[in-house]
């Protein structure tokens, strides 16, 4: 059991730095292609704008993941590192718990939005807005995931996930 989930962690995490960068790549390409029509050719693109905007969305949503798998979400640790180990140790499981918690919510709620959009669809584009809508429930069952993986396979201080 313990190298499966070892192995489905790093494909997760694979799949994830791959979608990044993807994604990415995109917003460049489609913002650069925008740019190029309206100043060189003058003759704008109409979807190009919503495009970016979207996949900004879905960037931000993965980046929280991320962040999370790294371990770089800004903190104030100061008071935390002056506790005792004990103390920090049942704060940190308190903590992933909440984080746990909140992503279920986010993820559910997501989830409803995604059902209620399938069927209005975007203003330039030949998607409805439930794929935009899809980053919430996705990036919230990833966090689901790396918090289990992280109360599984707690990082030792200033460690970052791999």
């Given amino acids: ?41 003058g003759s704008p693109l109409v979807w190009s704008e919503e495009l970016a905007r979207y996949l ?43 984080i746990l918690v909140f992503a279920v919510v986010l993820g559910w709620l997501g989830y409803r939005m995604v059902l209620k959009n399938l069927d209005v669809p975007t203003v330039t584009l030949f998607f409805t807005y439930s794929v935009v809508y899809l980053a919430v429930p996705i990036s919230s069952l990833m966090i689901v995931f790396q918090t289990i993986y992280d109360l599984i396979h707690p990082r030792k201080k200033g460690e970052k996930a791999t």
């Fill in 56 to 98: 900004f969305i879905w960037v931000s949503y993965l980046g929280w993941v991320y962040a999370s798998r790294g371990g770089t979400h800004i903190q104030i640790s100061a008071f935390f590192e002056s506790l005792p180990p004990l103390i920090r140790r049942w704060i940190w499981i308190a903590h992933q718990i909440l």
């Fill in 1 to 41: 059991m313990e190298g499966r989930l070892e192995k489905i962690y790093q494909g997760v995490n694979r799949f994830l730095n791959a979608l990044g960068v993807t994604l990415f790549i995109l917003i460049f390409s489609v913002v650069l292609l925008q740019v190029f029509m309206r100043y060189v050719l």
